[in-house]
Every structure is written in structure tokens, then in C-alpha cells.
């Protein structure tokens, strides 16, 4: 005996129908276009204010995160894609500003300087500090503020003009198990001190060292344990504020305040020399631009 037949009222026969019509065509759409038309409308990119220039950025609503795009397209310095601090620093190269950008924890690459050259975007490596609870934004060099040391990177940003400055601290073929601190720079813009653990190498920009000065591990331990005890006390007032300091680039940029405080640049005729606490720069061995 054949089973009754189901009679569908005209209402629903036509939603059953739209509905059928619906699935298919959703079922023929692309991966793509699928993902497209499923995306809500809170989590599409909106633009942020731009830093001028060809260059915009890019960020989802309610998060600190940018992207940066450079005439339309999508720019990844260094292959970071996403920033938590973009702005253009001041001074322009060809034509458009140039940027400071530090990126989140997951790109792995730190505090960047962009720059365009022959109408392409550059990055530069400031500090290679990634922590967006206390991002590396330099160190403003005491009595120069047009000036920033990024210790973490031993490296110094001319701010008005963009100029980024690194020293050689290394003699050829001399090696050292001590990491540099890029601790003060002379008001030329040409010769740097880098702090070791043993001395203050004194370093002329593309030439290398050419002085140290005597400052021992014993003299370095007195005049820096009240920098010590301030970064430690500093670090853990702002735990119990819920907050995150790094305590190591803190202390190494108070090392960088007190060197300035207590040393001073002076030029003479042997060029520019670092003195302080009753020390005298000691000249290195001279080494010819070929070996160097």
C-alpha cells in the first residue's frame, strides 16, 4: 500500500524552496568568498590615522595592533606584519616621513626605524627588544635630546634628521665575551662609548676604536649598585601596580645616565676624548682602514 503523500501548505512550500536555493548557492561559493561573506561586519580592517605621507595604517576595531601599508599595498619590514606603536618620527627621506614602529611579542623583531629609499620602504633595527608590556623606546641622552640610545641594541637614533649610529667596539681579530652598551655619543654625531665590563672603548663611526678608557669591574660595581637597587625597586613598584617593567634594560639605561652624568666629551687636539672620574683615555693600538 503506498504512503500517503505529505501535502506542504503554499507558505512553507516556498520557504522550504528559497531555503534549498540558499544551501546551493552558498554550497557553489568559493572557500574564499564563503569565508567573505561569513566575516561580520565588527572584524573588517578600518583605517587609522595615517602617518602621512604614501604610507597608511591598518587595524581591527577595538585592538592596538596595526598593519602598515605603503601605496596601497601591504608592507612587512623584516617580515613583522603587526605593530603596536607606529608614528612618524619628524624628519622625511625621499619624499615621504620617516617612521619609528615597534612590533608585537610574536614577530620577533623589536623597535624598527622606516625609511624610503628610491621609492621603497627600508627598516633598520634599533633595539631588538620585543615586549609590548614595555616596549624599547630609547633612552633621550642627557643634555641631548634630539638624541636616543637604545642600549638593548647598541645603537643611537639622531632624531631630527633620522641618522641611525652604530660603533665597532671590536679590534680586528680581538674577541669578547662581553656585550657592548652603546652608552654616550659625542656631539659630532661621529664617535661613541660603549661600555664593557672591564673599560669604556671610545669608537669613531666606520673607522672603529681608537681609545679605552680604564674603568675596571670594581669601579663599575660601585658606581653602579644604587642604579641596581633603583631598577629593582622601580620593577617591583610597578608589579604590585599590575604593571611590567624590563629591569635589565632599565638598569642599563640608569648605567647610560650615570656614565653621561659623570663623564663628558671634550675635544683636543688628538680629537675627541672621554674623561671623568680622574681617568684618562688610554689611545688603542692604531689599526689601518684595510685591516679594520
Known sequence: MPAPTKTVPPGRRHSWVCASVALALTLSMTPAAQAQRAAPASASVQAIQPPGGAFELEGQPNSNLYRIKYR??????????????????????????????????????????????????????????VDVRDPDMGLAQPGRQDLLLFTAGSRA?????????????????????????????????????????????????????????????????EAFKPAWDQSRARARA???????????????????????????????????????????PAALPVQSKKAQ
Open 238 to 280: 610597578a608589579l604590585d601596580e599590575g604593571k611590567h617593567i624590563d629591569q635589565r634594560r632599565l638598569h642599563d639605561n640608569l648605567k647610560a645616565e650615570w656614565i653621561n652624568r659623570n663623564f663628558r666629551w671634550q675635544q683636543g687636539k688628538d680629537g675627541w676624548q672621554f674623561i671623568g672620574q680622574g681617568l684618562k
Open 72 to 129: 596601497g599595498k601591504p608592507y612587512r619590514p623584516l617580515n613583522a606584519y603587526e605593530f603596536i606603536h607606529v608614528r612618524a618620527l619628524g624628519p622625511t627621506q625621499g619624499g615621504q616621513p620617516m617612521l619609528l614602529a615597534v612590533s608585537n611579542d610574536f614577530m620577533g623583531v623589536g623597535t624598527i626605524l622606516i625609511a624610503v629609499q628610491n621609492d621603497t620602504p627600508l627598516a633598520r633595527v634599533l633595539s631588538p627588544t
Open 157 to 221: 637614533l639622531v632624531t631630527s634628521t633620522g641618522q641611525v649610529l652604530w660603533f665597532e667596539h671590536l679590534l680586528p681579530k680581538e674577541y669578547q665575551r662581553s656585550s657592548p652598551l652603546l652608552v654616550s655619543v659625542s656631539p659630532d654625531n661621529r664617535h661613541g662609548a660603549l661600555l664593557l665590563d672591564n673599560e669604556i672603548r671610545l669608537s669613531v663611526a666606520g673607522e672603529g676604536p681608537y681609545a679605552s678608557v680604564p674603568f675596571t669591574r670594581a669601579m663599575q660595581r
